[in-house]
T-cell receptor
């Protein structure tokens, strides 16, 4: 158990809909990262937040957005969903943003868009 | 553009023998490398890491070797155990890329009794 929690575990929805994925980092961690793993793909970095502020952005679609709240939990919002958005979405956390920090991953949310 | 490559999608090793997982990268700005292990229906679990200023790091049965000139790293598991059967991901971080990790495609390791 990494200490990172994600809800829900599974999500089935239809094209065009909007969903929210939630992540609680490990106690004491200020950084939260979101990754997407599509079928037969490695994990792709989406976005990072540190202490409530956006820190880095990867290949995140404009239809996707995220935020980190004062209690440090984070939400990833996916809207106007398409079939290709079906994937595993992982959240990770680390203490800060310093070099050499390990990111600890949650169990993931499996999203299926029908 | 696949900056981190794991060219072997799968590897099968006998229990007790050495497992060697390989990873190649193209970005010379990568300064920190990590290996993660992933079981089905779970998130990746951190295994071991290495900074670009080192060429070897050991932790129990796991050793990571880094060859900067060849842009190659490998993970050695000795001796291999049935519980090591999982997908292994190599990841790298660039000094210019904030804290984002760039992952390889993964190698599925199967340890046979």
């Amino acid at each position: 158990d990494s200490g990172v929690t994600q809800t829900p575990k599974h999500l089935i929805t239809a094209t065009g809909q909007r969903v929210t994925l939630r992540c609680s980092p490990r106690s004491g961690d200020l950084s939260v990262y979101w990754y997407q793993q599509s079928l037969d793909q490695g994990l792709q970095f989406l976005i990072q937040y540190y202490n409530g502020e956006e820190r880095a952005k990867g290949n995140i679609l404009e239809r996707f957005s995220a935020q980190q709240f004062p209690d440090l939990h984070s939400e990833l919002n996916l809207s106007s969903l398409e079939l290709g958005d079906s994937a595993l979405y992982f959240c990770a956390s680390s203490v800060g943003t310093g070099g050499g920090e390990t990111q600890y991953f949650g169990p993931g949310t499996r999203l299926l868009v029908l | 553009d696949q900056q981190v490559k794991q060219n072997s999608p799968s590897l099968s090793v006998q229990e007790g023998r050495i497992s060697i997982l390989n990873c190649d990268y193209t970005n010379s700005m990568f300064d920190y490398f990590l290996w993660y292990k992933k079981y089905p229906a779970e998130g990746p679990t951190f295994l071991i890491s290495i900074s670009s200023i080192k060429d070897k790091n050991e932790d129990g049965r796991f050793t990571v070797f880094l060859n900067k000139s060849a842009k190659h790293l490998s993970l050695h598991i000795v001796p291999s155990q049935p519980g090591d059967s999982a997908v292994y991901f190599c990841a790298a971080r660039s000094i210019q890329g904030a804290q984002k990790l760039v992952f390889g495609q993964g190698t599925r390791l199967t340890i046979n009794p």
